[in-house]
């Protein structure tokens, strides 16, 4: 428990950092706070572009028991408690691994301080639920508690899209130990129906608007080939899409805190890959003698053959998958730790006792080499690391340039009108937190008719030349603009180049009216759509 303390406090020091998708779900969340309406807009029809219903409505839920408007504050708070909640079940599920404390309380610190775990829980995301929920689930049952882990296996797809595997990793050893019973099955289609039936009537369909918008990447993402993401063609392609990932983006960020190894200081993996080398000794264990402690370790793997599969991944997706390989790697090495010092044993008649837990620590040491943490460059105080945002120090830079600007630019047209009017912004996250208007979303994760616009014609892709306008993606539809008419177009240069060029229909519509610093180094600019000119009066 103490341990478990520690590790939310460390979080809380971190601060709260900006990521602007995190704020998609805060401005749901404080709408149902606020509103009663768990939706992105609050007028029109409601919309779910929150990946994370559960953890959207906890941060609701929580933000209108205590009347608390800043539900980014809430998240972080939040987190700090399941970060605890977690390192605390870490050292459960190592404990049910080894039947020791030593080595338990070494995986918790090792999980509950994670470079990764805490930079992505430190910026609001609902990682940390998603964690409780599996490895709380797995725990309860291994240990025959089957009624609440089935009803955590029902919730965690609402948490995060991957929460489904916890599905399989529950019921396989339940009906294969012969447990089953009606009351789980029951228990388990509870959530999912009451989804189902609420989240038809109320947003049209159960699964949420981003997840949809995933689909139509080929037309929204450069270079803008058309289309839409076909699953079962990518079935075919999926063992070695899952090898890719393992040697790429998931191998980065486990044995360097960095999604891209070139993000990296050192630009190549430390020496934690080394403990790679405990892994044949476990699953030799595991087939001696197979039982339900193999679903701790088949997580990680599933996590790489779904993600593999979908394609799209993003840093914040990561931490369940860090976590157990962390752990699957720590008890590797503590089993072939084991049969080391059992052979040293029978060579030498003794073992001190205290050479298995050094070895121990060292294993320890080696896996913390893994983290990516900064001292006197970042949120914390200056006497305490801070956890470096897992997408690469650029990235981190610009998540703080775009909070400041979105923030002030929302600030800026909130005190235009006692009734704000709807402004569209192809990054919606921060900016739709602080704005008190509708937002329009041209990427289209809360915003569904924005899809129609894509892939955006020749002429706004290219300029005369054949030279693109732009290096980003999803840029801005000048047709998409013209036709949904928002009283404010708010956008980084960069995805805008193709409405403010010379001649554009758009720029006789709309006027620059301020700008507020920069997105990703372009200007950060707000339009303001032209009123047409009244009638000429008719003469008498």
């Given at each position: 428990m103490g341990l478990g303390a520690a590790a939310g406090a460390f979080l809380l020091l971190q601060h709260l950092q900006p990521c602007d998708d995190?704020?998609?779900?805060?401005?749901?969340?404080?709408?149902?706070?606020?509103?009663?309406?768990?939706?992105?807009?609050?007028?029109?029809?409601?919309?779910?572009?929150?990946?994370?219903?559960?953890?959207?409505?906890?941060?609701?839920g929580l933000g209108f028991l205590f009347g608390v408007d800043r539900v980014d504050q809430v998240a972080l708070a939040l987190n700090a408690v399941l970060l605890a909640a977690v390192t605390v079940l870490a050292y459960l599920v190592t404990r049910d691994l080894t039947a020791r404390a030593g080595p338990s309380l070494l995986a918790a610190l090792l999980v509950g301080f994670n470079s990764v775990n805490v930079s992505i829980l430190s910026q609001g995301f609902e990682a940390g639920l998603l964690l409780a929920a599996l490895l709380?689930?797995?725990?309860?049952?291994?240990?025959?508690?089957?009624?609440?882990?089935?009803?955590?296996?029902?919730?965690?797809?609402?948490?995060?899209?991957?929460?489904?595997?916890?599905?399989?990793?529950?019921?396989?050893p339940i009906l294969f130990h012969r447990r089953f019973r009606p009351h789980l099955l029951a228990a388990y289609l509870v959530l999912?129906?009451?989804?189902?039936?609420?989240?038809?009537?109320?947003?049209?369909?159960?699964?949420?608007?981003?997840?949809?918008?995933?689909?139509?990447?080929?037309?929204?993402?450069?270079?803008?080939?058309?289309?839409?993401?076909?699953?079962?063609?990518?079935?075919?392609?999926?063992?070695?899409?899952?090898?890719?990932?393992?040697?790429?983006?998931a191998g980065s960020i486990l044995f360097t805190g960095y999604q891209r190894l070139k993000d990296a200081p050192s630009g190549r993996a430390g020496p934690a890959w080394l403990t790679l080398l405990g892994l044949p000794a476990l699953w030799l264990a595991l087939l001696r003698r197979p039982d339900a402690r193999i679903a701790y370790f088949l997580y990680a793997p599933l996590f790489l053959v779904l993600y593999a599969w979908i394609g799209h991944r993003e840093a914040w997706y990561f931490p369940s998958f860090v976590t157990f390989a962390v752990l699957t790697l720590f008890y590797g090495c503590v089993v072939t730790l084991d049969h080391g010092w059992t052979l040293v044993q029978r060579l030498a008649g003794l073992v001190p006792p205290w050479l298995p837990v050094l070895s121990w620590v060292a294993l320890t040491v080696l896996l913390l080499s893994a983290n990516n943490?900064?001292?006197?460059?970042?949120?914390?105080?200056?006497?305490?690391?801070?956890?470096?945002?897992?997408?690469?120090?650029?990235?981190?830079?610009?998540?703080?340039?775009?909070?400041?600007?979105?923030?002030?630019?929302?600030?800026?047209?909130?005190?235009?009108?006692?009734?704000?009017?709807?402004?569209?912004?192809?990054?919606?996250?921060?900016?739709?937190?602080?704005?008190?208007?509708?937002?329009?979303d041209t990427v289209g994760l809360c915003t569904p008719e924005a899809l129609a616009y894509y892939p955006p014609p020749a002429s706004d892709i290219w300029d005369e030349e054949g030279r693109p306008l732009t290096d980003m993606d999803n840029l801005t539809p000048t047709r998409m603009v013209l036709d949904l008419k928002p009283a404010y177009v708010v956008n980084g240069l960069g995805f805008i180049r193709n409405l403010v060029r010379p001649g554009s229909p758009f720029l006789r519509d709309y006027v620059l009216i301020g700008t507020f610093g920069t997105a990703w180094g372009d200007p950060l600019l707000v339009y303001e759509r032209i009123a047409p000119a009244p009638p000429a009066a008719s003469g008498s």
């Open positions: 995190a704020y998609i779900t805060f401005r749901h969340a404080r709408n149902l706070a606020r509103h009663l309406r768990p939706a992105w807009n609050l007028e029109g029809p409601p919309v779910l572009g929150s990946t994370s219903p559960a953890f959207l409505f906890l941060l609701g709380a689930g797995l725990y309860l049952m291994r240990t025959g508690r089957d009624l609440p882990a089935v009803l955590l296996a029902s919730a965690a797809p609402l948490i995060r899209p991957e929460g489904i595997l916890l599905t399989p990793l529950v019921w396989v999912p129906v009451a989804w189902l039936v609420f989240s038809a009537f109320y947003y049209g369909s159960p699964v949420p608007q981003s997840i949809r918008a995933r689909s139509a990447e080929p037309s929204v993402f450069r270079p803008y080939e058309g289309g839409r993401v076909d699953l079962r063609q990518r079935l075919s392609s999926i063992a070695p899409e899952t090898a890719t990932l393992a040697r790429h983006a943490y900064a001292f006197d460059d970042g949120p914390a105080p200056r006497h305490l690391p801070s956890a470096r945002n897992p997408r690469g120090e650029r990235v981190e830079r610009a998540e703080r340039e775009r909070f400041n600007g979105y923030r002030r630019a929302a600030g800026f047209l909130n005190r235009r009108g006692t009734r704000p009017a709807p402004a569209l912004i192809s990054e919606v996250g921060i900016f739709g937190f602080f704005y008190r208007g509708d937002v329009i």
